[in-house]
């Protein structure tokens, strides 16, 4: 993979709820080329599992495998991830080849609970990564925030180190700000531990939360982006170094109707250099079938370690900087919801391929993709 001259502009800047400045997104010098994509069945099933909600993907060089977890809370199969085999060949995708199927154990060396019976001992998986030094899985679950009249769940999102197998090794050290609460502090539900992603020397693992905390900012508007952290740890410590401060931009499209459901978030990171991450965000609203994907270089080299940070709301410091490498709506292909993001193996050009896999919720008027790009 060729490394990027990556100058990017810096916003400093006092940030206030009614405040929030646009970070530069001028485009950046790497490119990324679609190759071509398939479609995994909606009701393909594996070893008696249904193969869905695919929410991560990485990729095990060595041994020329993919590693890929279901966001199944244990409602149609035991909480899982697949071991799958992914055919290149001319630079295209001719096929996936599910190979075997892994569930999670949580400590007490059990199944996770179906979080429709027992959601105290449920799990949310979101992402997962392989790393060829430990020959261990590491993934990520949101965790729960249900608050009603009739029930509170309040269930703490995680990092978790599993073997092959599925067994618990450890778990990360989260920051409290990670806690989930019964006040609107802390993260909101469904919006946590999106993505994660190793550097290069698998010492420091990034990770990303979808939306603002409720201290730092409001959730994204079409008028409006939100405020987001990024998340840096220590991976032999599993302890939390630095945390970022980084812009989303405003949904893409009004929903229809005007009051109807729309979000924009951070739906999965992928490390490129030196302080340096590939981000997928994700817009979606209420009548648009399709999601809007747009492809970013975020840079941590000048921002400030908000860490310490109790709010990100009237404080001074620098922003993540982030240029656009790709907007998916002008490939004029559909793509659908975007949650995994991995480099793959060298094509045939001697280029670095890139893969993307798009999360159907279980839904029969969803898609489970797999997109192969070429990076530039």
């Given amino acids: 993979m060729n490394k990027l001259a990556f100058f990017a502009v810096i916003l400093f800047c006092i940030v206030s709820c009614s405040s929030i400045q646009s970070t530069a997104t001028s485009s950046a010098t790497l490119q990324l080329k679609f190759l071509n994509s398939i479609e995994i069945p909606s009701d393909q099933e594996f070893k ?3 193969v869905g909600g695919l929410s991560g993907i990485d990729y095990d060089a060595k041994n020329d495998i993919y590693y890929l977890i279901s966001d199944d809370r244990s409602e149609y199969n035991i909480a899982r991830f697949y071991i799958a085999k992914i055919l ?3 630079d295209k995708i001719k096929s996936i080849k599910f190979e075997n199927v892994v569930s ?5 060396k059990e199944n996770y609970s179906n979080w429709q019976k027992k959601p105290a001992t449920s799990i949310d998986p979101e992402d997962i990564r392989y790393n060829p030094k430990t020959k261990n899985i590491v993934w990520s679950s949101e965790g729960a925030r249900v608050i009603s009249d009739q029930t509170t769940i309040l269930q703490n999102p995680s990092i978790q180190t599993t073997t092959l197998e599925g067994n618990f090794v450890n778990n990360y050290n ?3 700000n990670l806690k989930m609460q019964k006040e609107d502090k802390g993260p909101r539900s469904n919006a946590v531990l999106e993505g994660i992603t190793f550097d290069k020397k698998y010492r420091t693992l990034f990770a990303n939360i979808e939306s603002p905390l409720f201290e730092d900012d409001k959730e994204a508007t079409t008028t409006k982006g939100a405020l987001i ?4 740890y220590e991976v032999k410590s599993k302890t939390n170094t630095a945390q970022y401060a980084y812009l989303l931009d405003p949904v893409a499209h009004f929903p229809i109707p005007e009051n109807g459901f729309s979000i924009n978030g951070v739906s ?3 490390y490129y250099d030196k302080n340096q991450l590939l981000v997928v965000e994700r817009s979606y609203s209420v009548g648009t079938q399709k999601c809007t994907i747009k492809i970013y270089l975020c840079d941590f080299t000048k921002a400030t370690n908000v860490k310490d940070f109790t709010s990100l709301q009237n404080q ?6 982030k240029k656009l490498v790709l907007n998916m709506d002008d490939l004029n292909v559909f793509v659908d919801n975007i949650e995994g993001i991995t480099f793959g193996p060298k094509l045939a050009s001697g280029k670095q391929s890139l893969l993307f896999v798009t999360d159907n919720n279980f ?3 969803q898609k489970t993709q797999i997109l192969l790009f070429e990076v530039e």
Avoid: D, H
């Fill in 229 to 232: 952290r990024m998340y840096q």
């Fill in 268 to 270: 999965a990171i992928q």
């Fill in 316 to 321: 001074k410091f620098i922003l993540a900087s």
């Fill in 48 to 50: 008696n599992t249904l």
């Fill in 174 to 176: 989260l920051s409290s």
């Fill in 88 to 90: 290149l060949t001319t």
């Fill in 104 to 108: 999670f154990k949580n400590k007490a």
């Fill in 363 to 365: 839904s029969k008027l």
